[in-house]
DNA sequence: GTGACTGTCCTATGACAATAGGACAGTCGG
DNA sequence: CCGACTGTCCTATTGTCATAGGACAGTCAC
């Protein structure tokens, strides 16, 4: 699992975190029971306060997604149930409003958004095929 | 133009405005020396303070995008150099990557995520429609 | 038990976003 | 001139993010 922060994004860094790990765990790029990164490497890692990962943390265990165990450390819930069809909807809806809304002010007509649509999805499923093909 | 402002995206607000004026201006949806929408009343159709518009109205006079005359209004500079079609293609392709890449961390397929962005766009286009029948 | 690790709690501080509202000066139509 | 508008400046307050560092309790290998 990479973690990438964005210091310039202006999205709090802790939430970040949380969209990032609780994405990856949505979509089996952690499995459960495996145990998250400890707080004080991975703040260092990331070059940031110690107190900033334990809030993501903390807010990944209030939204089910991860249990704590103090003095042994955090892992993937067992019962972590994948999002629901409609919350996935909802986290999707957010994103594509923020192209389309994009696109509007920079004159983007319809079906010139709708083929870079295409071209974007095309590139990446490329790009995934490749990195399966070299595993 | 049509202003739109997601409280809950962690971005600030005058940044919104900053970003989505700034692409209206460089692709032609707002012309040269064309007056942009009075501090007050933008700030209340927004429903923010009138602080918060004249920060984004400051910040876009300090990249050079807006001129803003005390005692008349702000208004789009003439030497705004417009974006090249690439240079818009570059901005939303980077919009649209992000929601790729969500879509395959929740393992959205490819038809369904297309016809989620077909419904946004309709949902947008219609918005867009109410509100230029409003005025 | 000791030491090294784990997460947790606490206070304090600084920076920033956003709010609220008062006050001022310039512009312009009447 | 007057009133309504324009942008600007100011202080104060609230809330959040992030930082820093101290202190504590649980876990585990040795």
């Given at each position: ?82 999002f629901t069809k ?50």
């Amino acid at each position: 699992m990479l973690l990438q922060i964005d210091f310039k994004s202006g999205k709090p860094v802790y939430l970040q975190l949380v969209d990032q790990i609780r994405y990856a765990a949505a979509s089996g790029g952690l499995r459960t029971g495996e145990p998250l990164p400890s707080i004080r490497p991975l703040a260092e890692e990331l070059r940031v306060n110690r107190n900033t990962v334990a809030k993501a943390y903390a807010e990944l265990e209030n939204q089910g997604v991860i249990e704590t165990i103090p003095g042994k450390g955090c892992f993937l819930k067992e019962s972590n149930s994948p999002f629901t069809k409609s919350a996935r909807a909802k986290i999707l809806t957010k994103e594509i409003d923020e192209a389309v809304v994009a696109a509007h002010h920079l004159q983007v007509d319809r079906d010139a958004f709708l083929a870079l649509v295409k071209e974007r999805l095309d590139s990446f499923e490329r790009k995934v095929k490749e990195k399966s093909d070299n595993d």
